[in-house]
């Protein structure tokens, strides 16, 4: 199976190949297992129950989640998968933590600048940080031909000129 978040808008920082923000802070509850995401769009099987979710990733905040129940077209309910879950307020980033076996991301000839992949969140649209790899205007860029869930999602980070855009799909076996 193919999952994609669809087209995504880049933001001239860096940011998760599969991710999006809270469009309003999380609602935790009182024993602070279990929280409500609210995002732009849960339509087109974005997210899954089943799916981990890394919120403000890479941060001192971070938290990792499970989507338990697509309640609403823009909310998620779900459990917490590291301890008691910290404060996220809106536009914090979400990113999609799944395994996956290959990977494929486009960028547009429509781009007038390069995108670059890193391995984390200092990647820069300058290709600095841990940048692997780059896609110019039309290019592509991927590891494909496994037959087993590799890697993870979450392992893979862009940057590139903010208003660009990438298209990324990741396929699950």
């Known amino acids: ?13 860096a940011q998760p190949i599969l991710g999006d923000v809270l469009t309003a802070a999380a609602e935790i509850t ?3 297992t279990v929280a409500i995401l609210t ?3 849960t339509a ?3 997210y899954q129950q089943g799916d981990r979710l890394v919120l403000d990733p890479l941060q001192s905040n971070q938290d990792i989640v499970l989507v338990t ?8 309910l779900c459990t917490s998968q590291n301890s ?3 404060t996220h307020a809106s536009n914090a980033i979400v990113q999609l933590a799944i395994s996956c076996a290959n990977t494929i991301m486009q960028a547009p000839s429509t781009n007038t600048e390069p995108v670059w992949v890193g391995t984390d969140n200092t990647v820069t649209n300058a290709g600095a940080g841990n940048a692997i790899g780059v896609m110019n205007a039309g290019g592509t860029f991927g590891d494909t031909g496994h037959d087993l869930n590799l890697f993870n ?4 980070w862009m940057a590139g000129t ?12």
């Open 162 to 173: 903010a208003s660009q855009t990438v298209i990324v799909a990741v396929e699950i076996i």
């Open 39 to 41: 995002v732009g769009s």
């Open 69 to 76: 129940e697509i309640i609403s077209s823009t909310q998620l």
């Open 84 to 86: 008691k879950l910290h």
């Open 153 to 156: 999602t979450a392992d893979l």
């Open 30 to 32: 009182q024993d602070g």
């Open 44 to 46: 087109n099987k974005k």
């Open 1 to 13: 199976m193919w999952r994609t978040f669809g087209v995504q808008t880049l933001t001239g920082s």
